[in-house]
């Protein structure tokens, strides 16, 4: 599987954009970049997902660098609610009906009021 | 109906009981998935289920022993375990498609006494 890193931790103040970043560089073409968090005492959660261009929902947006060796996981307004590990992983299905997610140590998101 | 339930929210069990946790989904999708996290660390795959089949064990012990009864539900039976397999249980499921984002419950918290 190919490997992602993620810095370990990152802060932020409350209602500043928050930029947490992703290296993939053993990337292949049919890699998609996932992004899951899980906050304190929660199973984790789906943010968003992309395989080339960037990606807004209404949860945050992804930016994917052009040789798709890094990507950028953007939070426009980061809220308490937003403190959280968010992991990065790559996701190939390679033909099958299933993804198999392998999750990283991903980056501790602390906000500050 | 976007959720994924699990049952029970918290589970204390001897090494010689045998009990199950439960995993449920009305979402339609065709691929559930069993995890494993233990305190500090991220989730570590252990079963994938696809259209009711048994797709991937990661070398699980055999005193875990997952079921998919119908595409809705998951059960996970337990027997015999050690207190090192007290943990946070999670169930997810995905889309057939081809980016199978995942959507988590919120874990059954194991304590094996």
């Known amino acids: 599987d190919a490997k992602t890193t993620q810095p370990n931790s990152m802060e932020s103040n409350e209602e500043e954009p928050v930029h947490l970043p992703c290296n993939h560089s053993t990337i292949s073409g049919t890699d998609y970049i996932h992004w899951y968090r899980q906050l304190p005492s929660q199973g984790p959660e789906y943010v968003i997902h992309?395989?080339?261009s960037n990606v807004n929902n209404r949860m945050a947006s992804l930016a994917i660098a052009e040789d798709r060796k890094s990507s950028t996981l953007i939070l426009h307004r980061a809220t308490l609610r937003d403190a959280a590990v968010y992991y990065c992983?790559?996701?190939?299905?390679?033909?099958?009906?299933?993804?198999?997610?392998?999750f990283g140590q991903g980056t501790i998101l602390t906000v500050h009021p | 109906d976007t959720e994924v339930t699990q049952t029970p929210k918290h589970l204390v069990m001897g090494m010689t009981n045998k009990k199950s946790l439960k995993c449920e989904q009305h979402m339609g999708h065709r691929a559930m998935y069993w995890y494993k996290q233990k305190a500090k660390k991220p989730p570590e795959l252990m079963f994938v289920?696809?259209?009711?089949?048994?797709?991937i064990n990661e070398s699980v012990p055999s005193r875990f022993s997952p079921e998919c009864p119908n595409s809705s539900l998951l059960n996970l039976h337990l027997h015999a375990l050690q207190p090192e397999d007290s943990a946070l249980y999670l169930c997810?499921?995905?889309?057939?498609?081809?980016?199978?984002?995942?959507?988590f419950g919120p874990g059954t918290r194991l304590t094996v006494t």
């Open positions: 992309g395989l080339t």
């Open positions: 997810a499921s995905s889309p057939v498609g081809t980016t199978y984002e995942q959507y």
């Open positions: 289920y696809s259209y009711e089949k048994l797709s």
């Open positions: 992983i790559l996701l190939n299905a390679g033909g099958t009906s299933y993804g198999k997610l392998t």
